[in-house]
T-cell receptor
Framework: NAGVTQTPKFRVLKTGQSMTLLCAQD?????MYWYRQDPGMGLRLIHY???????AKGEVPDGYNVSRLKKQNFLLGLESAAPSQTSVYFC???????????FGPGTRLLVL | AQTVTQSQPEMSVQEAETVTLSCTYD???????LFWYKQPPSRQMILVIR??????QNATENRFSVNFQKAAKSFSLKISDSQLGDAAMYFC????????????????FGTGTRLTIIP
């Protein structure tokens, strides 16, 4: 039981490049989330999903897209990376509304 | 809007001593959850303890306990017998439990308290 895993662990992009971050969970959780963590700040919600095939915007969705084609996977895409998207990205999942969210190990993204 | 405030950016404690991290929050809701997460240098976010707002009894997990004061909107974390492995950033977080529609699922985090353990 791996819990929540994220791929890749670290990535460097040039401005304007695109990439996809992959989150996978093996706990059969319905809810999945993408957060970003910036220095001196707590985590902020980018997008989330309440089930396979559904997605919704969080606090800071601009510049990101997501997809949840399979229940166990939640993808975060950056179509045209900007330096402001340099951050640590965390994926999380939970079994139901209000239940504890379990986090992946994070992906550190540097946009030059 | 819900906000979570951690007024202590940094704290330190002698090994084996007790330390309390403070957290206050602002909400108009009556039904919600509160969490403390630990983030060690590995960056993994690890759940330390969770409290349901409707429960009057304070949650406890081994050496970790909370002092939940609902009227004061305060949720402090007490770490007893501090160990070197407790060194980390600690985040207080809040989320609504009711009304299952979009917008209620997110965790709202404080800015964190960095805890240093002095050997």
């Amino acid at each position: 039981n791996a819990g929540v895993t994220q791929t890749p662990k670290f990535r460097v992009l040039k401005t304007g490049q695109s990439m996809t971050l992959l989150c996978a969970q093996d706990m059969n959780h319905e809810y999945m989330y993408w957060y970003r963590q910036d220095p001196g700040m707590g985590l902020r919600l980018i997008h989330y999903s309440v089930g396979e095939g559904t997605t919704a915007k969080g606090e800071v969705p601009d510049g990101y897209n997501v997809s949840r084609l399979k229940k166990q996977n939640f993808l975060l895409g950056l179509e045209s990376a900007a330096p402001s998207q340099t951050s640590v990205y965390f994926c999380a999942s939970s079994s139901a509304l209000g239940e504890t969210q379990y986090f992946g190990p994070g992906t550190r993204l540097l946009v030059l | 809007a819900q906000t979570v405030t951690q007024s202590q950016p940094e704290m330190s404690v002698q090994e084996a001593e007790t330390v309390t991290l403070s957290c206050t929050y602002d909400t108009s809701e009556s039904d919600y959850y509160l969490f403390w997460y630990k983030q060690p240098p590995s960056r993994q976010m690890i759940l330390v303890i969770r409290q349901e707002a409707y429960k009057q009894q304070n949650a406890t997990e081994n050496r970790f306990s909370v002092n939940f004061q609902k009227a004061a909107k305060s949720f402090s974390l007490k770490i007893s017998d501090s160990q070197l492995g407790d060194a980390a950033m600690y985040f207080c977080a809040y989320r609504i439990t009711s009304r299952p529609h979009f917008g209620n699922e997110k965790l709202t985090f404080g800015t964190g308290t960095r805890l240093t353990i002095i050997p």
